[in-house]
């Protein structure tokens, strides 16, 4: 199969990449590199085997007539980019929304003229500032007001759902949406705020470890090979198109426990530090304090279960970041 990843230099698509590689298909990326780098993709293309099936274009998916091309010679496509990283959406308001409303029409425009089967990535941000757990697809949405640009990334995806969901609807378009929730591994890098890599490099080098507020707020971590693991399977999935899916973790953690976590697991003599928010971002920024998803729709169709715990997770990355030094 002819595979194409929109964002296939990021984290996550990076890693899709490779697995449809293993897999012996072509993969066709496309990424502006606004965020993700060849890096993520150099060990694949040292492998012979892989470059041979592995192509990538460096390029906005703004850019209509390589969209069209790309899309019009694949089997399905993966709609993996997006501004993404709260640090980054507060930095670069205007051309997140532009790159996750006007890019994610265009490429549904023409996965629905070239009748391609189309998996987009949304987030778990859709949720919006909820409270109570766990978070279910069908579940209502709160929105803090747009003067607080954190949200502006959460109702640009909330936008991209709606367009992919009218588009199965009218044009009966095989689009999947998925919710990634806070996904973590190799090759995620920190710059973006991601708190894992974050903590995890200020322990290795010992610094303090940034705790953001009262560190009280939580979240769940999920294992990006299992991250990928989920995709592949709804888009197998015949009954997949036209519905929402979470995708995160089980094990709910917060923040303040995570660094200690990490400063013992690192054997680190960092210390743990609380910065108040407004220290840590502009005014306008409001935290989400609990983010646990149900993923028993997933479940449900596809019998997909999580294979890898927080304490693997840390593992590992921990390993990557030593390796890296
Ligand atoms: N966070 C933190 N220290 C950091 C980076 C993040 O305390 O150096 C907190 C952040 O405020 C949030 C959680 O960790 O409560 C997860 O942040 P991240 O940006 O990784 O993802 P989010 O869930 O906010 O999208």
């Given amino acids: 199969m002819r595979i194409l990843i929109t964002g296939g230099a990021g984290f996550i698509g990076s890693h899709l990449a490779e697995a449809y590689l293993k897999q012996g298909d072509e993969v066709y990326v496309i990424d502006d590199l606004s965020t993700g780098s060849l890096d993520n993709l150099a060990h694949l293309q040292a492998n012979e085997e892989y470059a041979k099936r592995l192509f990538v274009h460096v390029d906005t998916i703004l ?7 790309m899309i019009g010679t694949c089997d399905v496509v993966f709609h993996m980019a997006a501004a993404v990283g709260v640090q980054y959406i507060l930095d670069n308001p205007l051309r997140s929304i532009r790159i996750n409303i006007r890019g994610t029409e265009m490429v549904l425009d023409l996965c629905a003229k070239f009748k391609k089967k189309v998996l987009i990535a949304s987030s778990s941000e859709v949720y919006g500032k909820h409270l109570h757990a766990p978070l279910v697809e069908t579940d209502n949405i709160i929105y803090g007001p747009s ?3 954190r949200w502006s990334y959460a109702a640009s995806k909330l936008m991209d759902e709606f367009t ?31 708190v894992i890599p974050r903590l995890v490099s200020q322990a290795l080098t010992g610094k303090d470890l940034t705790v953001y507020g009262d560190g009280e707020q939580s979240r769940t971590f999920t294992y990006v090979e299992d991250v990928v693991k989920a995709v592949m399977l709804l888009v197998k999935h015949p009954e997949a198109a036209g519905e929402v899916f979470n995708i995160g973790g089980v094990e709910e953690i917060s923040i303040k426990d995570l660094a200690y976590k990490i400063v013992e697991k690192v054997g680190s003599s960092s210390q743990v530090k609380l910065i108040p928010y407004e220290e840590a971002f502009p ?8 983010r ?13 279960a999580p294979t890898t715990d927080l304490n693997a997770i840390l593992d590992k ?4 970041f030593r390796n890296k030094k």
């Fill in 63 to 69: 850019n209509h007539d390589i969209l069209l091309q």
């Fill in 147 to 149: 003067s607080k640009f």
């Fill in 164 to 194: 992919a969901l009218a588009h199965h609807r009218e044009n009966g378009l095989e689009a999947i949406v998925v919710r990634f929730f806070n996904t973590v591994g190799p090759r995620q890098t920190g710059t973006y705020g991601m």
């Fill in 283 to 290: 005014a306008d920024f409001e935290d989400m304090q609990r």
């Fill in 292 to 304: 646990l998803p149900s993923i028993e729709k997933l479940k449900n169709l596809t019998g997909y």
């Fill in 317 to 320: 990355v921990i390993e990557f």
